[in-house]
């Protein structure tokens, strides 16, 4: 009798350790439980830790409650302003409501993917190159509210969005560089421009305060010549002031207009006496002939052969 008293006992005990062990369920610290009982919704989520359920009876399905990192697949669009690129993101979100998460959607994990990829091909849509390129911030806040609607419904919550990425054609990435360099060559004028105005009122300023004070030109003159000369160069330049040309010019007394320039001395013509025949003519001709070879002699300091006298016609 207390053999078989033992028996039973020993068999009860070994029925509860089986029960217990197909009971017993530990759901972890970032996990929540949640039981269906012949297929109905407990209303009760189990907290972490250790719990039981009814074997056979009861189904415990556990959810994460983990933020989940999700990439958005690249997307190609148009953007409103007719530029084709290839957009990618991330989305960041969790599940707030596991009850909600496997009851509301089949699996929250792949709608949540289709309705990123179909809110991002609306931004691009809706949205200009520049904004897509330099104002992503308002683009991921749109792009957040978009999936947060919907994913409320399902339990989930949209922690965050983020555009990774945006891919143009290599034309356009042409003429994105053609338009910045001609931007920096643009900015680096008009900052020439500027620094040149700036000088030439510090010049203008500089040349009216030495008009004022003469002294400070020759200071001036001064500090070129050391400044030209620390230098080791054969050839010093030397600025010369316009004022003592001026000086010069006004200590030079004016050359007069009227004054003709020395001319050479001649020797005086002779008086020519009145032709009373050919004899005559012949005598006078060869006198001013002798009279033009000596003063050439007196220039010049030669001697003139005589030229021969043409033959006289009887």
Do not use: C
Not at 61 to 70: F, G, Y
Not at 178 to 202: G, H, M, P
Request: proline content about 7%.
């Amino acid at each position: 009798m207390i053999e078989e008293l033992l028996m039973a006992v020993a068999g009860a005990g070994a029925a509860a350790a089986v029960y217990a062990g197909a009971a017993a369920r530990v759901v972890k610290q970032y996990e929540r439980g949640v039981v269906f009982r012949f297929g109905r919704l407990r209303g009760r989520v189990r907290s972490p830790g250790f719990t039981m359920i009814v074997p056979v009876v009861d189904r415990l399905h556990k959810v994460n409650m983990q933020i989940v990192t999700m990439p958005v697949p690249a997307q190609e669009g148009i953007t409103r302003d007719n530029v084709t690129v290839r957009v990618d993101a991330v989305v960041y979100f969790k599940v707030v409501d596991p009850a909600d998460a496997l009851v509301r959607v089949e699996d929250y994990r792949f709608a949540v993917s289709q309705m990123a990829q179909t809110s991002l091909r609306s931004i691009i849509g809706k949205s200009d190159l520049d904004d897509l390129l330099s104002n992503r911030e308002k683009l991921n806040q749109g792009l957040e509210l978009m999936l947060d609607s919907p994913a409320m419904g399902w339990g989930v919550a949209i922690d965050r969005v983020e555009i990774k990425d945006v891919s143009l054609p290599e034309t356009m990435k042409r003429s994105m560089a053609r338009q910045a360099e001609a931007d920096r060559e643009r900015r680096a004028r008009v900052i020439n421009a500027d620094a040149e105005l700036q000088a030439s009122k510090k010049l203008s300023e500089a040349a009216a305060m030495m008009s004022d004070q003469p002294a400070a030109l020759q200071l001036r003159l001064l500090q070129t010549v050391v400044a030209v000369a620390a230098e080791k160069n054969s050839t010093l330049v030397l600025p010369f002031p316009v004022e003592l040309l001026r000086f010069l010019e006004r200590a030079t007394p004016d050359a007069k207009p009227d004054a003709a320039p020395h001319a050479p001395h001649r020797a005086p013509e002779r008086e020519i006496p009145p032709l009373l025949d050919d004899i005559g003519a012949d005598a006078h001709r060869r006198s001013r002939t002798a009279a033009a070879e000596d003063a050439i002699e007196d220039l010049t300091g030669t001697s003139v052969e005589p030229a021969p006298a043409p033959p006289r016609e009887d």
